[in-house]
C-alpha cells in the first residue's frame, strides 16, 4: 500500500480535468494548509496576480531552507515540506493557484484561525481550513467547542466561505484537516443557502464532533450527503464530541491513534484511501468513556476545567506547545505556584475520567511540581 508521496508520483501527471477531486488530494490540500504562506499567497482583500503551488512552494523553500527550522510547532509534521516539494512538481498540483490566505489569532477573544483556497482550474475553487496550530490560544479554542455553542473560528469559517464565494462564482470543496475539518463542515451547513447549493463536496479528515444541536439542524441534514468524514482506525480527535456515525475509516501506519492523526500517516490504493470496515474497539472505548465524561458535566464545570487547564499550560508566559517543551524543567516547577483551586479543579476532573485508582498519582504529580517521568507513570 502507498502513501501520500506515492499517490504524488502514481497519479501526479493526471489534472482534475482528466481525474476528479477525490479524498486524497482533500487530504493533501488540507495538510498543504499549516504551512505559514504570508506575504508568499495574497489575502482575500488584494487584487494581485496569483501564485500557482508551484511558485508559492519555490517562494516558501526559499525563505525556509532548512524545515527543521521553520516554526511550524511540536505537534505539526515536518514531512508536510517533503509533500509541498513532491506536489510542486505534478501536472495535478504545481499549477493550480493559490489565494486568500489568512491567519488570525487573537488571545483575548480566543480565536485561532486559518485559510487558503485553491481554484483547481476546473471551474472549482478548494476552500481549506486550517486545523489547530501550535498556539495555547488554540487549543484553548478547542476546549471550549465543549460548553460553547459556537466558537470564534466557526464564525471566522462562514465569513471566510462567503469571502470567496463572492469572489469565485464556480463549484467550491469544503476541506480541512483536525479542527479545520469541524470548521469545512461548520461553515458548509451555516453559509449562505446560494452558496450552499454551490458546494459538491466538504471533507473533514479526523476533525472532532458538534455539539448534538448541529446534527439536528436541518441544514446539517440537507448537507449531510455531501459531507466525507475520514477518521483512521484508532481514531481519538474524531472521536470527540458528537459525530456522525456516517464515516469512513482509513488505514493509517502508525499503531495509537494520536500518531493516526498525522494524515501523511493513511495509507493509499490507487485514487482512494484504503478503507476499512469500523475504527478498532480502543477507539470506540475512548469515544464512549470521554464523551459520557463530557456530558456527564454542565456546562458550567466543563468551562471551570477548561480555564483550569489552560491556567496550568500558560503559567511563567508560554504562548506555544513548543514554549512549554523547550523550558519544560521550569514549567513543570511554576505549576506549583498555581492557584489550589486550577489543581483540585484539574485533579477531580481527570480523576472522573481515568477513575479512582488514579487520583493518588494526579494529587502526588502537583504536589510534587512533577517531572516529565511522572507523567508517563
Known amino acids: 500500500m502507498g502513501t501520500v508521496y506515492d499517490y504524488l508520483t502514481w497519479r501526479g501527471d493526471l489534472t482534475f480535468r482528466k481525474v476528479p477531486f477525490g479524498e486524497v488530494d482533500s487530504l493533501i490540500l488540507s495538510m498543504l494548509s499549516y504551512l505559514d504562506m504570508k506575504d508568499i499567497v495574497p489575502?482575500?482583500?488584494?487584487?494581485?496576480?496569483?501564485?500557482?503551488?508551484?511558485?508559492?512552494?519555490?517562494?516558501?523553500?526559499?525563505?525556509?531552507?532548512?524545515?527543521?527550522?521553520?516554526?511550524?510547532?511540536?505537534?505539526?509534521?515536518?514531512?508536510?515540506?517533503?509533500?509541498?516539494r513532491a506536489m510542486r512538481s505534478t501536472k495535478r498540483f504545481g499549477p493550480i493557484k493559490m489565494m486568500g490566505f489568512v491567519n488570525l489569532i487573537d488571545p483575548e477573544t480566543e480565536l485561532q484561525f486559518s485559510a487558503v483556497t485553491f481554484l483547481l482550474g476546473d471551474g472549482t475553487a478548494v476552500v481549506t481550513y486550517r486545523g489547530t496550530d501550535d498556539t495555547l490560544v488554540g487549543w484553548k479554542e478547542d476546549m471550549n467547542m465543549c460548553f460553547l455553542p459556537v466558537v470564534p473560528a466557526q464564525l471566522k469559517a462562514v465569513e471566510y466561505l462567503h469571502t470567496v464565494a463572492a469572489k469565485h462564482t464556480g463549484k467550491l470543496i469544503l476541506t480541512g484537516h483536525s479542527k479545520g475539518g469541524n470548521l469545512a463542515v461548520y461553515a458548509a451547513v451555516?453559509?449562505?443557502?446560494?452558496?450552499?447549493?454551490?458546494?459538491?463536496?466538504?471533507?473533514?479528515?479526523?476533525?472532532?464532533?458538534?455539539?448534538?444541536?448541529?446534527?439536528?439542524?436541518?441544514?446539517?441534514?440537507?448537507?449531510?450527503?455531501?459531507?466525507?468524514?475520514?477518521?483512521?482506525?484508532?481514531?481519538?480527535?474524531?472521536?470527540?464530541?458528537?459525530h456522525d456515525e456516517n464515516y469512513t475509516v482509513v488505514k493509517s501506519r502508525q499503531k495509537t491513534g494520536l500518531l493516526q492523526h498525522n494524515g501523511l500517516s493513511w495509507e493509499i490504493l490507487g485514487n482512494s484511501f484504503v478503507h476499512l470496515k469500523d475504527v478498532n474497539p480502543e477507539s470506540r472505548k475512548l469515544d464512549r468513556t470521554v464523551n459520557q465524561w463530557i456530558r456527564d458535566m454542565t456546562p458550567a464545570q466543563r468551562e471551570e476545567f477548561a480555564e483550569a487547564v489552560y491556567q496550568l499550560f500558560s503559567v511563567d508566559g508560554a504562548q506555544t506547545l513548543t514554549d512549554i517543551v523547550a523550558a519544560r524543567k521550569k514549567w513543570f516547577s511554576h505549576t506549583r505556584s498555581l492557584d489550589p483551586k486550577v489543581h483540585e479543579t484539574i485533579q477531580k476532573m481527570l480523576s472522573d475520567l481515568i477513575g479512582i485508582n488514579k487520583v493518588s498519582k494526579i494529587k502526588d504529580f502537583f504536589r510534587r511540581g512533577s517531572t516529565e517521568e511522572d507523567v508517563a507513570k
Not at 496569483?50 to 511540536?74: F, Q, T
Not at 458546494?199 to 439542524?217: E, R
Open 43 to 84: 489575502d482575500p482583500g488584494r487584487e494581485v496576480e496569483l501564485p500557482s503551488v508551484w511558485a508559492a512552494s519555490k517562494e516558501y523553500l526559499e525563505r525556509h531552507p532548512d524545515p527543521k527550522k521553520a516554526k511550524m510547532g511540536i505537534l505539526i509534521p515536518k514531512d508536510i515540506v517533503k509533500m509541498m
Open 190 to 242: 451555516h453559509c449562505d443557502p446560494a452558496i450552499r447549493e454551490r458546494i459538491t463536496a466538504v471533507y473533514s479528515n479526523d476533525g472532532p464532533g458538534f455539539g448534538k444541536n448541529i446534527l439536528d439542524d436541518p441544514d446539517y441534514i440537507e448537507m449531510r450527503p455531501r459531507i466525507c468524514n475520514l477518521v483512521p482506525q484508532s481514531s481519538v480527535v474524531g472521536m470527540l464530541l458528537e
